[in-house]
């Protein structure tokens, strides 16, 4: 990926934030409340989720649907929506200053795409065009923690995302299961090449919001941070 | 069906790049051959006639092209229209119904002993990436999952005489194939003539790189034909010698 200043490219006067992890791990609920947080600071917030491309978001859920994408078309509509996203949202918008919260960033590919037999090498290369987020959250449960906190639904479980197409399992509850863990372990083998900021997903959620707006608030010149921000905002609540 | 006079022996599947490495080590008896060359150049009909004479030598014949996948083409269809859609989404999205024609039609066909005859390959997405300013490198790493051809006719066509070729089937210039997205010229007539110099002047830097046979496509349509047979049908008596 591009670095935050590389020397061919415009530097940009916004922040990118990302937030990894699979399924169940608090991500979401930690990039809303970091949202909020910063825009009660008054501060110009977007934020983009995987998969939510106008353009290709309808194909890739008819192509799941269907079932009949392969593991290279998977990766390369998740590419086309990530860059739609990229060239229209992500990098005008730190090109105008905001700050730019991704719920799920290159590595949600790098993972995935690689649990279902993409090279490694070729994913990277794919996104090689996205710039270095500033800082990447990994949140990190236990992965039964993770996965029950989804299945105790008993929710429907979609045929790629339960990793279906990978014969894992005839059950599809036991294949999301195994699916997951092996997107685990390929997120885990991440965390220091990548420079990921652990979150210990198993802290209560005030606890993990904590640790993350101090993470941002790094970033932040000292006045913003004191004036507008009022510290990390959760000074009131007691200890857990 | 003489399938078997081909090629009795399968032989593994090369790769530009790191291929499909879930589908494990691949071996094949039919054989990819590739026709390319712009919009008008006479592709299509050089296909429909190169697949009547081959199935007629007993050869069984499967055709491929882009923008064929149902499911991504309506996409691509839909990125185009919306305004605001970057070049790199696009050729992303190419990408991906190329991806989708490799894995559920060339392959499984070149599995079973078919020649299938592509008309477009991964050749034009690259020009068309190449000429609107995307890293060549990044290119040719994206379509490192692209099958190696066994034989790529390259059809060639002066930019002029594609114009009066379009016209002959249409009253406009198509908006991408004459580069309007690309702002080269003010009416899209010397847009076009630009944009198809570039494209073929592309196509020249990769000929030696990815072994294409230049044809010149300004001939008759039966000779050109002619020449495109003799090249294939050679080809595939020697792989039986």
Redesign the interface.
């Known amino acids: 990926m591009i670095t935050r200043h590389p020397t061919r490219e415009a530097r940009t006067d916004g922040w990118l934030i990302a937030a990894e992890g699979i399924d169940g791990s608090g991500k979401s609920t930690q990039v809303h409340l970091l949202e909020q947080w910063l825009r009660q600071g008054g501060l110009r917030v977007f934020k983009t989720e995987w998969n939510s491309s ?3 978001k ?2 890739t859920s ?2 799941k649907k ?1 079932g ?1 994408l ?4 998977f990766s ?2 998740h ?2 929506d990530f ?2 996203r990229y ?2 949202n992500i990098l005008p918008l730190l090109h105008a200053g905001y700050w730019v919260l991704a719920d799920r960033y290159v590595y949600t590919a790098y993972a995935r795409d690689a649990v ?4 490694p ?2 994913i990277r ?2 996104y ?2 996205a710039r270095r987020p500033d800082i990447v959250f990994y949140f990190q449960v236990p992965v039964d923690v993770a996965v029950n906190r989804i299945l105790s639904g008993r929710p429907k479980l979609k045929y790629y995302e339960a990793g279906m197409d990978l014969n894992l399992s005839n059950d599809v509850f036991e294949s999301y299961r195994i699916f997951q863990s092996r997107v685990t372990k390929e997120y885990e083998s991440m965390v220091r090449p990548e420079g990921f900021v652990v979150v210990d997903g198993s802290l209560r959620i005030e606890e993990q919001q904590r640790l993350v707006r101090d993470k941002v608030s790094e970033l932040m010149p000292k006045e913003v941070v004191s004036k507008t921000m009022g510290r990390t905002g959760l000074e009131n609540r007691g200890p857990g | 069906m003489k399938t078997e006079g081909q090629d009795s022996t399968a032989r593994p599947i090369r790769f530009y790049g790191h291929g499909l490495p879930y589908i494990g080590e691949l071996k094949v008896k039919g054989k990819l051959i590739v026709i390319e060359g712009p919009d008008a150049s006479g592709r299509s009909t050089q296909i429909t006639m190169l697949t009547e004479k081959l199935e007629a030598e007993g050869h069984a014949v499967v055709n491929t092209g882009l923008k064929r996948s149902e499911l991504i083409s309506q996409g691509i269809i839909n990125a185009k229209r919306s305004l605001g859609t970057g070049k790199r989404t696009l050729s992303l999205f190419y990408a991906a119904d190329f991806a989708d024609q490799l894995e559920n039609k060339i392959i499984p066909a070149l599995r079973s002993g078919y020649i299938v005859l592509a008309d477009r390959y991964i050749y034009t997405l690259m020009a068309r990436d190449a000429v609107r300013g995307m890293n060549r490198k990044w290119c040719q790493d994206l379509f490192g999952f692209a099958v190696v051809p066994d034989l790529i006719f390259s059809l060639e066509v002066s930019p002029p005489e594609l114009v009066h070729r379009v016209f002959q089937r249409q009253n406009t210039l198509d908006f991408y194939e004459a580069g309007m997205d690309m702002g080269l010229g003010e009416d899209v007539y010397s847009s076009f003539i630009r944009y198809q110099r570039l494209i073929a002047a592309e196509f020249k830097r990769m000929e030696v790189r990815y072994d294409m046979t230049p044809i010149n496509g300004e001939r008759m349509p039966l000779v050109v034909e002619a020449e495109l047979e003799n090249r294939i049908l050679g080809f595939l008596t020697g792989q039986t010698q």
């Open positions: 106008d353009v290709v309808e194909i008819k192509g269907k009949t392969t593991p290279t078309t390369l509509l590419a086309t860059d739609d060239e229209r279902r037999g993409c090279h090498a070729w290369r794919l090689s065009f």
